[in-house]
């Protein structure tokens, strides 16, 4: 052995998986970048109760969800959070990743319930991967706009957009119902 110090032609290449991207919150600022650069048609909420960012091991933004007030009067009852929006380029997981973290702080949070408009021609399977459930299927909407009262108008277009929810009733009957079948037992019954 010799007292020189160990160059990268030393070291083997590593055999295990790559980091998983971890959630980490992040700043108002920081999320209507990302979005602004990586979803142009979305425009910048008007507020926030908080947000996450997906980073990747490098450490680099791949994905934000931000999340405040709901935006119709009758869901806002000061225990229901909204994914105002939702933006991300990295794994095919990332945008379950973001919800159920996004879940996990609105529950810590105090909030009993959150909800999330998709377009419903655009695929769902991550939301339901998250544990969130469809509710109702809207038809498009013709604007805000009234003669009493202006607003910008919406960037749903004329697509139908589903209402999806979850709440700590489906959260807590999901957990306890994994929790009374052993992990043997879950294994033996859906061999996969």
């Not at 909030?111 to 399977?125: F, G, N």
């Not at 979850?166 to 306890?176: A, H, I, L, N, Q």
Request: glycine letters at 6%.
């Amino acid at each position: 052995m010799t007292d020189q110090p160990e160059t990268a032609a030393h070291y083997r290449p590593s055999r295990r998986r790559p980091a998983r991207p971890r959630v980490r919150p992040i700043s108002y600022r920081q999320a209507c970048a990302y979005i602004s650069a990586h979803r142009e048609q979305l425009e910048r909420p008007q507020g926030h109760a908080f947000s996450l960012g997906l980073i990747n091991h490098a450490g680099n933004l791949i994905g934000v969800a931000m999340v405040g007030r709901p935006d119709a009067r009758h869901h806002d009852d000061g225990l229901t959070a909204e994914v105002t929006r939702l933006a991300y380029d990295g794994p095919r997981n990332a945008c379950s990743v973001l919800l159920a973290a996004a879940w996990r702080v609105a529950r810590r949070m105090g909030y009993r319930r959150m909800i999330a408009y998709t377009r419903s021609d655009k695929p769902a399977a991550d939301l339901r991967a998250a544990g969130w459930k469809a509710i109702t299927e809207t038809p498009p909407t013709r604007g805000r706009n009234r003669l009493s009262r202006h607003h910008a108008p919406l960037s749903t277009g004329d697509a139908n957009r589903t209402h999806w929810q979850v709440t700590t009733e489906d959260w807590r009957t999901r957990s306890e119902a994994a929790d009374r079948v052993p992990r043997r037992a879950r294994e033996a019954q859906d061999p996969r």
